[in-house]
């Protein structure tokens, strides 16, 4: 295909990222964190391609977080380092994470339990070197770490910090139930007790002797919307900010018009005797992510609020009006719509290229790494 | 990372076919339209893979269906020839599909409406070669086509027919709608009335003068439980069939045997505070397909009927008994789980490699193509 100059040119459907958006969202979260003093250690895995980590770094191309180990690998070959995996470890990619370890001067591993700590004692880094591992609490998320209230998570602590060939770098936390808030002050509050809760480990931590130890919080609604304390911490770890999206804004991480990805699709039929048009999205385009339970199914559609996503099959999309009769005028065969995603690591995760533009014109195409 | 010889040893999560079961589909779907006299064009949607599509073709690398402009090109750079794009012409690829039509000897592409026409008369191709057209025709499926029963379909047919510089190849209607259907009555009673409609479609084609125009019907489920009038079809065109899955299995297109694709995963987390294990399976290596509503929640979790994959994330997913308590012991963590996918197309799409193997021996990788 030949270079395409403008937006409206593409072939569809496409991925589109405004890049002017997206360096706003970029260097707000950047800010926001230089003010309160604390580390940003931005998370790779909404978009995991190397440019977009360059804006989220500030062109550092250090401390960042990824959740596989194919992104570790993809950073690490290309000149990052001081990057976590921040994924439990995995006891089959023990021999992959040793190599990582041996290679960078920083990769950071994460553990939640016994057996883990272990796994990394079975296999001791060479020259000297020592496994850094992060130790996984669990805030009332409820997906992984250990149970803040339970008494293994201090023995597991300082059964790392006393293991020999391995550091205890920090306490690492995911408010994802930030997920579930509506509005500011529900992501305040949570973030407010994961907060809390973290630097009363910290506390306990210190009260047996473990000291020199970092602290981190993360998911997006929180790093959006900070409380006080969280300068208390060392890093936050957000990720999906870069993007934002429909999701986010329902939480209230974010307006609309911070989100700065799209999905750019086709009108590719006219069907009156149904009321509706199809168009040349699928999910192998969108995702099914949000379950169509947007009052605009889907998606929502850029311009339109009387539109619907209704459904969609594998390259195909349902559209139809809210209520009332579509006129179908409006929208000619071949005609541009577009949308914007429910969930944009979904979305971004169907995509081997993003199209990336400034005011409509496209200025560059990113490659985004897959697999594990 | 290392060649793998066994299942066993793949870093997880990773998408495995078996490669004996994956024949058996083939040749089952080959010898019942062979059988029956009808031309049988496999659909490259569910795999896009060279390697499946050899073996659907049974080597011809002839008389394909493909669902994106990119697997057209894919194939056709790979010495395929005779391949119809089946989805409603885009006014923004009219001219890669003209490339494709000059260059092969028999590319095809799909039209429902007069618009879709003149664009192809717009562009008229090289050398004197002609643009081959399907009619799509909906037979009460509700996605693309002309609706059966709309005196348009036979005016865009004749219209197809009168065009010079365009060759009306056939007529094609998808069943999507035996997807809706629960047991082999259900599905032969769709493909019976879909089979109906194309039939008198086809008499009123040839009472206006329309001759040697083919037919062509398809879906799964239609197709893998036929009804003897499909014999009077010219082809059929079903995909899904290569892997099969949970859903077509509840429809009734096959038995849980017959499936030839798993997702397969570890164990990375035991919860016993609240009875759950985690596995390094989220909705990037299964999707969210079929929404969780099986009992089993997104999947079946192969030899544990008692367990539900009860939620996903990105990268991890939650398992628990349907009910009681977890024995963790039957569970160690880094223990493999194999998870049968609710919908294979969906679940193929998310990963850039298939492991291929034969009795748990590993004997290829396949790369599948990606994009639009």
Not at 67 to 90: C, H, K, M, R, V
Not at 182 to 187: L, S
Request: glycine share 8%.
């Amino acid at each position: 295909m030949a270079a395409v100059e403008f937006i409206k040119d593409l072939c569809t459907p496409a991925l589109i990222i405004d890049l002017d958006q997206m360096k706003r969202n970029a260097e707000g979260m950047l800010e926001r964190f230089h003010t309160l003093g604390v580390q940003l250690r931005p998370h790779m895995k909404t978009h995991k391609t190397l440019e977009c980590a360059d804006i989220m770094t500030g062109g550092s191309r250090r401390c960042i977080v990824v959740s596989t180990l194919a992104e570790a690998a993809f950073y690490a070959d290309n000149g990052y380092d001081d990057i976590l995996y921040a994924y439990p470890l995995p006891f089959d990619k023990v021999e992959r994470c040793a190599e990582l370890s041996e290679r960078l001067s920083l990769f950071q591993v994460m553990v939640d339990n016994h057996l883990a700590l272990q796994e990394l004692k079975k296999r001791p880094l060479k020259q000297g070197q020592v496994w850094k591992v992060w130790m996984k609490l669990d805030c009332d998320n409820g997906r992984a770490g250990v149970p803040h209230c339970d008494p293994a998570a201090l023995q597991l602590a300082l059964e790392i910090w006393d293991t020999s060939g391995v550091e205890l770098m920090g306490i690492y936390a995911h408010c994802g139930n930030t997920y579930a808030c509506q509005g500011e002050q529900q992501i305040k509050a949570v973030a407010q007790d994961t907060t809390k809760i973290v630097l009363q480990f910290m506390e306990k931590l210190e009260a047996a002797g473990i000291k020199g130890v970092k602290s981190s919080i993360g998911s997006t609604p929180s790093c959006s919307q900070p409380v006080p304390d969280m300068a208390l911490l060392s890093e936050v770890h957000p990720g999906n900010y870069i993007f934002y999206d429909v999701q986010q804004s329902l939480i209230g991480s974010c307006s609309l018009e911070d989100v700065a990805v799209r999905v750019l699709t086709r009108v590719i039929g006219h069907y009156p005797h149904r009321n509706q048009l199809l168009v040349d999205c699928g999910w192998t385009a969108l995702s099914h992510d949000g379950g169509g339970r947007l009052p605009t199914g889907y998606a929502i559609i850029e311009g339109h609020p009387e539109l619907k996503l209704l459904s969609m099959t594998q390259e195909h999309g349902r559209v139809e009006p809210i209520s009332g009769k579509l006129d179908f005028k409006q929208f000619p065969l071949g005609s541009l719509l577009t949308l914007m995603p429910y969930h944009a690591c979904a979305t971004a995760m169907m995509h081997p290229v993003y199209f990336v533009h400034s005011k409509g014109k496209i200025i560059d195409t990113w490659k985004p790494t897959r697999g594990w």
